[in-house]
């Protein structure tokens, strides 16, 4: 089979440079019954979160002592995806459950309720590369719509490599066919890194490019969700 | 939890609970074709850690998009014998992230020739299965399960076929295995880093990125675990596990 071309002229399959985002949106409260919800779309990638709690955690031997407990998971719809993904968690969906659990966990003042659970669920409606880094950006502004005290927002963006150029937030075809990618989510005011994944082959100077630039995104990306939280706290007003 | 407490008081001091440098690793034991019935294995030791990978080879069909390769399948049992804090039943997300960031380290770095192992294009190829049982868990899994896995690999033999059938116990020749990607967990506690941690030294780590890198220092494979990382302690880590995966390679013969 021949190797899709993914850069011609210096642009992209999308027609976007290397180092540009797809159109990004952000929506909070899209789903009412829930304490905190976000639906953020990266392009044609749309994830939907909803925040239930701190509540109660049953069975009682679930319960921490100091700390609530954080639950998380990550769902692809069986439409999704071109060929229909059968429903429930494979082995991908489990890892990818963990890392973003650990990825949103250091946000949250766990030991403000202790006993107590929160569950962060989040559906991947469309799938176009960069799935777990939509999730997270989503997942974060889901918790601060529910009001769960956070030291911080998380700001997630993927980065890579096609056809040797360095690129930023690949879409589907590019993640399929790249030599790396890059999946980063991080506290921006903190500058502290919750998720780092990277599956590829890339020399030391090629990381340390892509993780400044994966930084600057984040850094951009924060702004945005702040924008909408605020835009959130004006309405209430 | 007492030597959880006495590990981390040590650490501060510059110290670790069995006398290591913080960029050492414990003996390391790599014994070879070690089950009989399997076309590659190995037992890889971390001092009192203990991790079995076979490797069995059978007829698969071939991916789509790569009609003319061989595929690739690795699992992690994290067998009830190897700890009690391990339950029977299906692989837990701790297994599954185990064998999925050991595929990635196996499979990224190219090491495995799979356009070599294709028996009829678009219908028939070579699986390789890479099952990684855990026998004893004193620490550092991940790293232990990677070696286990490599070493595996660079001592598999592709059965003979005849008639379209395996015949098992003959073989043909050695799996074409090119590079020994080695899988470096570089661990923070406080602000010294530490490699290798034992069973007490897990339970107090404040972040763990393990590091896949290939003979040629080309990283090809990169996984964050435990709590938050310094944007600034990371390619510091990756340094780290760099200067040693040529030390542990070296091992592999």
Redesign the interface.
Known sequence: ?EKKELLKEGRRIDGRAPEELRTIEMKVDVVSRADGSALVKFGNTVAIASVYGPRALFPRHLQELETCVLRCRYNMAPFSVDERKSPGPD??S??L???IR?AL??VIFVEDFPRATIDIFVEILQADGSTRVTAINAASLALASAGVPMKDLVAACSVGKIDGTLILDLNGDED?NSE?D?AFA??PTK??????????????EE??KL?ELA?NTCKKIYEMQRSVLKEKYRRVE | MIEEKYALELIEKGKRIDGRRFDEFRKIEIEQGIIKKAEGSARVKLGETEVIAGVKMDFGTPFPDTPEEGTLVVNAEFTPLASPEFDVGPPGEDAIELARVVDRGIRESKCIELNKLCIQPGEKVWCVFIDIHMINDKGNLLDASALAAIAALLNTKIPKVENEKIIRGEFEKNLPVVFKPINISVCKVGDKFLLDPTIEEEKILDSKLSISVRDDDKICSLQKQLKELDFDDILKMIDIAVKKSKEIRKMLG
């Open positions: 089979m082995r991908r489990i890892e459950t963990k890392v650990l966990e250091p399929k790396a890059l991080m506290m500058d502290k890194v919750t998720l780092l994944q990277m599956d590829g082959n890339l020399t030391r990381i340390a993780l930084r």
